[in-house]
């Protein structure tokens, strides 16, 4: 079965350093993975997408993630983070695009 | 990005009552819909795959029978919470499997507060 850990429930930051969100996923073959954006009383927006092209995915907002096969993560990474930026992060894993694997979220918190 | 749009934002109903929420893809086709529960600071649960023209797939301890739900065309998936109660108060979201040449992606939905009084 297809699973993935978010290994922190909360990363804070201040606003202009970067930003780590970590990622790990359990697989038996080759997955897609998304990273999804939560903001307060909001619906999810997608952010990037690995689907076996690139490894190192660029999203929206300044996002990226690299997919790293031999250490099973796919850890969200932004240089810079705004104060816009603070939510809930989901990291999802999708077998055969028939349903959406959910990690738990981390919330992001960005102090100024 | 493609859109979903779900209607209504927020619904307050009495105990006893039914709710129907509406889920549209808006610039794309969708055969396939999924609809969500999310309990506050939670993750998103899977609670049904709704497909065009046929019966919805539930997941494991998901009532089909409270939770109904319609596929009645490519655009429009509806979720209707029967004879609600309390308990059953929560952000529903539903997501829509937009297929393009790159691949298939998910869209969601902005999400439904129900509360039931």
């Known amino acids: 079965a297809q699973s993935v850990t978010q290994l922190d429930s909360h990363v804070s930051v201040s606003e202009g350093t970067p930003v780590l969100l970590r990622c790990n996923y359990s697989?038996?073959?080759?997955?897609?993975l998304f990273w999804y954006v939560q903001h307060p009383n909001k619906g999810l927006q997608l952010l990037l997408k690995?689907?076996?092209?690139?490894?190192l995915v660029k999203g929206i907002n300044g996002f990226e993630a690299e997919f790293k096969k031999s250490e099973t993560s796919f850890h969200l990474t932004k240089p810079s983070a705004h104060m816009s930026d603070a939510a809930e992060y989901f990291c999802?894993?999708?077998?055969?695009?028939?349903?959406?694997?959910f990690g738990t979220g981390t919330r992001l918190l960005v102090s100024p | 990005g493609a859109v979903v749009s779900q209607h209504p934002s927020r619904v307050i109903c009495k105990s006893g009552t039914s709710v129907k929420i509406e889920c549209r893809s808006l610039d794309f086709q969708a055969t396939t819909m999924f609809w969500y529960r999310q309990f506050p600071k939670q993750s998103l649960m899977l609670m049904a795959t709704s497909n065009e023209g046929s019966k919805a797939t539930y997941e494991q301890g998901v009532e089909k029978d409270k939770f109904l739900i319609n596929h009645a065309s490519l655009t429009l998936s509806t979720l209707t919470v029967t004879s609600a109660h309390p308990e059953d108060s929560s952000f529903y979201i539903c997501?829509?499997?937009?297929?393009?040449?790159?691949?298939?992606?998910?869209?969601f939905g902005e999400g439904s507060w129900l509360t039931v009084v």
């Open positions: 997501s829509a499997r937009y297929r393009s040449g790159s691949g298939n992606t998910i869209y």
């Open positions: 690995y689907t076996s092209a690139a490894t």
């Open positions: 999802v894993v999708s077998p055969g695009f028939q349903k959406l694997v």
């Open positions: 697989s038996s073959y080759s997955p897609s």
